[in-house]
């Protein structure tokens, strides 16, 4: 256990950007779900929608969600609910550095919300295959974090401190939005919805392959797609 949370608390600062730029642009993204056939409970007058596997066009209204996700080598685990209507988006993501099954109350949670803007649509690679994706470009507005591990928020308070605090307190939330965790509030990515799945899912843009002249993935990332909920 000391092992695991010792490792945590190392990356604890790239973990709070990989939110943002990684699982949050999931959350984010995905968060529009639902195809015209099926699922979209938001108003299709103000819903965006893009092109999906089967040719029609998928309303983004709605929620996913990639369930408990597990790195078991690290023995943490985390889960994300993500939601979106029209061209706003909100995330909560719990974050558990001690259990591999998302059980109990999380060590950490991040809630994000902002923007979202759909640019052109790309010929993207996902498993060797060609697909038709859609360029993201999001805005963050507010990202609030709180830790809940005693451990953890002595680590944060300690030295110079924490995304530029050094008085977190246990299930406080604080506004981490352009401190050296957040330090910046747009992003580019890429998403693709296959709505032939039932129920659709949704991948996300591999921000560690090639990047197109203008900073957008080439690559969609093949695993764990967030499921409509």
């Not at 790239?14 to 409970?41: E, K, Q, R």
């Not at 943490?76 to 979106?84: L, Y």
């Not at 919300?113 to 999001?138: C, Q, Y």
């Amino acid at each position: 256990m000391k092992k695991v949370r010792n490792g945590f608390i190392k990356n604890l600062r790239y973990f709070c950007l990989l939110m943002v730029i990684g699982f949050g642009l999931i959350a984010i993204v995905g968060s529009n779900g639902g195809s015209d056939s099926g699922g979209g409970d938001g108003d299709s007058g103000s819903s965006l929608t893009i092109t999906g596997e089967s040719g029609n066009q998928v309303n983004l209204n709605g929620s996913w969600s990639a369930g408990c996700v597990a790195d078991v080598d690290a023995g943490e685990s985390e889960k994300s609910v993500n939601t979106i209507s029209g061209s706003s988006f909100s995330m909560t993501e719990n974050t558990w550095i001690n259990s591999t099954n998302c059980s109990g109350a999380s060590d950490v949670k991040m809630n994000m919300s902002g923007t979202v803007t759909l640019g052109g649509e790309v010929t993207a690679t996902l498993s060797g295959s060609s697909v038709t994706a859609t360029k993201i470009d999001m805005v963050v507005s507010t990202i609030q974090m709180t830790i809940n591990n005693e451990d953890v928020i002595s680590y944060a308070n300690s030295g110079e401190g924490f995304c530029g605090s050094t008085d977190w307190v246990a299930g406080t939330a604080k506004d981490v939005l352009g401190t050296d965790c957040a330090p910046d509030t747009s992003f580019k990515t890429i998403t693709y919805i296959d709505d032939t799945a039932d129920p659709d899912l949704m991948y996300e843009g591999d921000e560690d392959e090639t990047l197109d002249d203008d900073g957008y993935p080439t690559t969609l990332d093949p695993d764990d797609p967030e499921v409509r909920q």
